[in-house]
């Protein structure tokens, strides 16, 4: 197999405890060296702990890539019906983000992930706001708004969090903002901490500053601190998220 010329970062990827992991992937997502995706492709079989990351890098350069590249691995040595159970689960697990397979569009993640946003077990619905909002994509937002009234406050704060991870790739989120701003009364700081975050983008500012003065004293701290420019951090999903 090549080796990429740039700090030696495909052989660097391959010690999550290093702690130069991100600079790497950074180096593998920008590359523009000739076959550097042939090589990556090259490498997965015998990447070990790292094929994920590797998987992701991918999606992350094409989201339009064949998505068989990464599917495969969950299919190895299987058949029937477990080969189809295994299929489904791939869309129920943080191994959808961690391969990039929420990135990658032939490979349907909405079509497959959004169902799961009304699912009765609130781990489903945790899992799929949280995919949903690492799609990048618009149509994510709907099944992802409907979860800020969710019934459990880990659900409303991650399917906040889900809305600012779409608005930083891209995505228009104003028809969030109602909801948001309904989230700012909620009863757990972590979801007000979210939804503030998101309404203190630029486009949205202006329903923050209007809702400062309905608040409690709590809420209205979190706000201030959010037009202030302090927001709670977003936890990344993979290491090579910024």
């Known amino acids: 197999m090549g080796e990429l010329s740039s700090d030696g970062a495909l052989a660097g990827i391959r010690g999550w405890e290093s702690p130069d992991l991100r600079a790497h992937i950074r180096i593998l997502m920008d590359s523009n060296e000739p076959l550097v995706e042939e090589i990556i492709l090259d490498s997965l079989d015998d990447a070990g702990p790292a094929r994920p990351l590797l998987c992701r890098v991918l999606a992350e350069r094409d989201p339009y890539r064949d998505p068989q590249y990464a599917l495969r691995h969950f299919y190895e040595m299987t058949d029937g019906p477990v080969r189809r159970r295994l299929g489904r689960e791939v869309y129920r697990s943080p191994w959808v983000w961690l391969y990039g397979i929420t990135r ?24 799929a706001v949280t995919a949903l909002g690492d799609t990048a994509d618009p149509a994510a937002l709907p099944p992802v708004i409907g979860r800020l009234r969710d019934a459990k406050w880990r659900v ?23 909801a948001l701003v309904r989230c700012l009364q909620d009863d757990r700081q972590e979801v007000v901490e979210q939804a503030a975050a998101v309404l203190a983008l630029p486009a949205l500012r202006d329903r923050l500053v209007w809702s400062r003065a309905t608040l409690m004293p709590l809420g209205g701290a979190i706000v201030d601190n959010a037009l202030d420019g302090v927001v709670a951090p977003l936890v990344p999903l993979w290491p090579g998220e910024e």
């Open 104 to 127: 990658l569009r032939n490979a349907d993640p909405i079509g497959h992930i959004a169902p799961d946003a009304t699912h009765w077990l609130a781990t489903r619905r945790l899992i």
């Open 156 to 178: 409303r704060s991650e399917a906040a969090a889900a809305v600012r991870r779409l608005a930083g790739s891209g995505v228009q989120v104003g028809s969030a903002a109602e």
